[in-house]
């Protein structure tokens, strides 16, 4: 017991500290800013910005109560004090594109800003997919050596969770875009930010704030979700728990369920993978089915182990250990041999030789680590199974388990345990920084809940319209990615139903969105940033800055039954269809009759912006769906300005109202 309150000490100690991470950052009440020391800025001004043109900038810090601020800047001369509060904000004079320019803030001290310029800048935001670097994208080597673009001016916000909306962020400082510096800035956004600089010719600032695997409501705001019928509830708790007291219960919770709190993996020692050895005992283990997510509190290393048998016959030969969907890392041995490892979440397919296999009973060890959020092995039943000669044996079902070690940081509230938990730690203080617009990739963590995100996620919009200030910002938004392998036959697709969403939310005021279907490869996170950066451009271009340029794909605007076949007809915005590959087949339609059983279907282009749509299973056809799947394929329906039709279903749409 006096070693158990002793680790309980130095948890509670490292919680006080802060520990490196986006799930670690979480800030309690209270700790808004330290006790000034002097004159400063909100973190979000420094050398090297990007102001916005045309507009009257806010500009904000930090002082002594009442001390006076002046401001000295493109020859103009502004003054204000600090509050009562230890804040200071004034305004800007609005200016025209130029720049270098040098800015001085005077108080008790003085600030020195140097080599802003006024252009374009535009928020960086979403999950994983945004946040995907440069550094791993298609052609990264070649991307980066020629990133000289002095004129691009690059911010990247740090990862943090926040209980309470917070006034200033935790680092980050402005940088010119180089070699240098693009490589760990968001890949879309750098080709965003670059083709809009290379057609306009102006300074470009780009502030880059996403985090991984997160879902829409953590990104809204708490006057936003307290109006919410599934997360006032949560948010209302999150205002009013105690941090410490959470972070206590969490270790007697893994302690009751390891036997012990796990600081380090004993299962894996000096590269020896003694968990992985058939003839350990393993009578303290726990039970786990499998797939299943782990419990929310198991952030750190778990092994899973569970025996199959083989023939003779099927012993001599390969097999293939298909373990479905891993998150995060994995190492894999059968009979104590590795036989691969994979980094990040994905599907897990090895190839065993024969050389590890045995007649009689086998041995499968999957050690996991689990970074943040949702860990274990987390597929589906039917993708999880063992190939041999003599068929498929199913992997699902009971496992042996145990817990090795907990990550520090997991005890912390996690980015996905409450709503606002990024918004106040990374958007609220950006706001009201002056930007012409925001780009946005997300979705893939609210899949499944499509419903729910036709609420949130146009929410989310309006809410932080309202927060900047600054009208109907202009919100461009990227259409989910292809993800995991092509359907053999029509079905349901939470992805789909997802991208659904995402086009009903164009019925909002000054919105685009880039499709991106096409650009995956089957990945979660797919490496070809290059397109999807450039679709979001020439959205920005043709809406906003008014150039002469296709930026969307056919979109359905209606159908019409005759004689049996489907006639759609789609909106082309002065394009025209075609089939991208030559090929008069038109690949992606299914359409059901009465039965609502859907069928692939046929599908030919009959005019700029009509096509016909048949199956020989369906004489009387009455729904048509194009591209309904998380993975819809290779898919040829385009118009001439090589853009993708987007996806659609005439049975049922989600809508959304203006």
């Known amino acids: 017991m006096k070693h158990y309150r002793s680790l309980l000490t130095i948890i509670l100690f490292t919680f006080k500290l802060g520990v490196g991470g986006a799930n670690a950052q979480l800030v309690p009440e209270g700790s808004q800013q330290d006790p000034v020391k002097g004159l400063s800025l909100a973190k979000i001004f420094s050398s090297n910005m990007v102001l916005q043109q045309g507009k009257a900038n806010a500009i904000w810090g930090f002082a002594r109560q009442g001390e006076a601020v002046t401001i000295h800047f493109a020859g103009k001369v502004i003054k204000t004090k600090a509050g009562t509060d230890g804040k200071w904000k004034t305004i800007l004079p609005v200016m025209d594109y130029g720049g270098p320019y040098t800015m001085r803030i005077e108080g ?27 550094s791993s994208v298609d052609h990264s080597e070649q991307e980066i050596a020629g990133a000289n673009y002095p004129k691009i001016r690059l911010f ?20 010119e875009c180089s070699p240098a510096t693009v490589g760990k800035f968001s890949g879309v956004g750098y080709f965003f930010g670059r083709a809009l600089h290379q057609r306009l010719n102006v300074a470009i600032g780009l502030i880059s704030s996403n985090v991984g695997g997160t879902s829409a409501e953590i990104w809204s705001s708490p006057d936003n979700m307290l109006q919410d019928p599934d997360f006032s509830g949560p948010v209302k708790k999150l205002q009013s728990i105690d941090l410490v007291k959470q972070k206590q219960d969490r270790v007697e919770h893994i302690t009751r369920f390891a036997g012990e709190f796990p600081t380090k993996d004993k299962g894996l020692l000096g590269g020896v993978a003694v968990y992985a050895a058939p003839n350990l005992d393993i009578s303290t283990w726990s039970n786990l089915q499998v797939p299943a997510a782990w419990d929310p509190l ?44 994979t980094l990040n979440v994905g599907d897990r397919v090895y190839r065993v030789p024969a050389q590890f296999l045995k007649e009689g009973r086998n041995l499968l060890t999957v050690r996991i680590l689990n970074r943040s959020g949702i860990g274990g092995m987390c597929g589906k039943a039917e993708d999880m199974f063992i190939l041999s000669s003599a068929g498929k044996q199913s992997l699902a079902g009971t496992w042996k388990f145990k817990l090795s070690e907990i990550l520090q940081h997991g005890l912390d509230i996690q980015k996905n345990d409450y709503p606002t938990i990024l918004y106040n730690g990374m958007i609220s203080p950006l706001i009201p920084f002056g ?37 109907d910002i202009p919100f461009l938004f990227v259409s989910l990615a292809n993800y995991t392998r092509p359907p053999l036959q029509p079905s ?18 000054n919105t685009a969105m880039a499709i991106a279907m096409d650009t995956g490869d089957g990945n979660l996170h797919p490496p070809n940033k290059q397109d999807v950066g450039a679709r979001l451009a020439l959205d920005a271009l043709a809406t906003i800055y008014h150039q002469h340029v296709v930026y969307s794909g056919p979109l359905y605007k209606s159908m019409a039954i005759v004689n049996g076949v489907a006639q759609i007809t789609f909106n082309t915005m002065g394009s025209r269809l075609q089939s991208k590959d030559g090929d008069m087949d038109i690949r992606g339609f299914a359409v059901a009759g009465s039965d609502h059983h859907y069928y692939w279907a046929k599908a030919k282009i009959t005019g700029d912006n009509t096509i016909s749509v048949w199956s020989e299973e369906v004489k009387e056809p009455l729904t048509v769906r194009y591209a309904w799947a998380d993975n ?23 809508v959304i109202h203006p």
């Open 298 to 341: 198991f952030v750190g290393v778990g092994w899973s182990r569970k025996e199959f048998m083989l023939t003779k016959e099927e012993a001599l030969q390969p097999i293939e250990i298909h373990l479905s969907r891993i998150d995060d890392d994995d190492i894999s041995y059968i009979n104590g041999e590795q036989i691969g490892a």
């Open 156 to 175: 990247s916000v740090p990862s943090r969770l926040s209980q309470f909306p917070q006034d200033d962020l935790e680092g980050g400082h402005w940088v």
């Open 492 to 509: 349901e697709s939470s992805w789909a139903e997802i991208r659904e969403v995402q086009t009903a939310t164009l019925a909002l005021p």
């Open 108 to 134: 008790d001290n003085r600030i020195e800003l140097t080599n802003i310029m006024i252009g374009e800048v535009w928020a960086c935001t979403g999950q994983s997919n945004m946040g995907l670097q440069v």
């Open 435 to 471: 930007i012409r617009g925001i780009i946005w990739y997300q979705g893939e963590g609210n899949a499944g809940r499509a419903q729910q995100y036709a609420r949130i996620f146009p929410n989310l919009i309006r809410d932080w319209r309202a927060h900047w200030g600054l009208g």
């Open 632 to 654: 819809p394929g290779s898919l040829n329906l385009y118009n001439d300005a090589g853009l993708p039709a987007i996806p659609f279903r005439t049975d049922n749409p989600i």
